[in-house]
């Protein structure tokens, strides 16, 4: 497949923050981007991935979706819309994975913890700790911290929500060290990778909601597209049992929202001639459709208040903002309690000292922060589970 003008190149030099010792960048068949994907996915964080929340925290059964599970849907969107598009496959395959490594334990309720435990020293952001996590904490190589990505990928992964207008203390660092450009927008493989992101979980999440008995079909129905879709499945397949109904609309779903994206992207993208084109057009270019943008704002709407605002999820998203604060209260007071290897990574004062403790805590697994707290407190926490 020839690539498209406005695609990122991965003949062109590839650019990293530390150059290698001894022979250059190209040693074998991989070009640099499989080569960034293929760090991101040996990493440890991409693999603790699968024990933290998406959705459902700590969820009692196999079937509910995780972050890793998450990341690879994420990923398979990606794929498929950029190689319509003619875009490098492996750099938005790259970004995909990558998009959640700085997530905390307990998805969103452990990072609301964590930005309040350092609030005095900066704060925390899941999106800035993924640059922090492959930059400088993930460590495998003896030359030099972090993965060693190339510029396209951290760049991506550093702005593909955007340009970056204030950064905070943890980009701001790393964009001091290896500048990322934050003022102009990513590349398409960027942009794609984001909404790839909105389409796995918006409708994965229908699923894993539906599993749990916190969303009714009936609920769902009242949203006239899923309305459309439904009547749709039920004409196609008359005798088909109700649950193979559900999962071929969201597949119809999933499917209508990819397409949507092909088709108004490649109308955005039609007179771009270059990647700096893209960069420099001031506008999102890969996105839905304005009529699509609606339908997906209504049913995160929806999703907001009957599924990610259950009452369940919010007793459960609170005892895991209660997990994390004591974690991290108990490692300020007392830096000891954190492992060996970490010891000497500590800083000496704050605020350098609470970002290293974020980190420790940032990576945890939820089962480790709950075998954790209940380490240093003597008991475990209970009613963490939510499904």
Known sequence: MTRAP????????????FARSGSGEQRGPRSPFQRDRDRIIHSMSFRRLKSKTQVFIAPDGDHYRTRLTHSLEVAQIGRVIARVLRLDEDLTEALCLAHDLGHPPFGHAGEAALSQSMERHGGFDHNAQALRTVMRIECPYPE???????????EGLAKHNGPVAAPNWALAELDAAFPLDLQ?????????????DDIAYDNHDIDDGLRAGFLALDDLLTLDFLADQWRNVEKRFPHAPRERLLREMIRDQIGLMVNDVISHTAAQVKDCGSVAEVRSAGRQLAGFSPAMALQERRLK???YERLYYHPEQIAAAERARDVVARLYAAYAQDPTLMPDDWQPRLPSHDPDRARVIADFIAGMSDRFAMQ?????YGERPVGLINV
């Open 301 to 303: 709407s929806f999703m």
């Open 144 to 154: 030099h911290d972090g993965l060693n990505l190339t510029w396209d990928l951290l």
């Open 6 to 17: 406005y695609a990122a190149d991965p003949e062109a030099p590839a650019s990293r923050e």
């Open 372 to 376: 954790a707290v209940g380490r240093i």
């Open 184 to 196: 102009t927008w990513p590349s398409l493989e960027a942009q794609v990778a984001a909404i790839a």
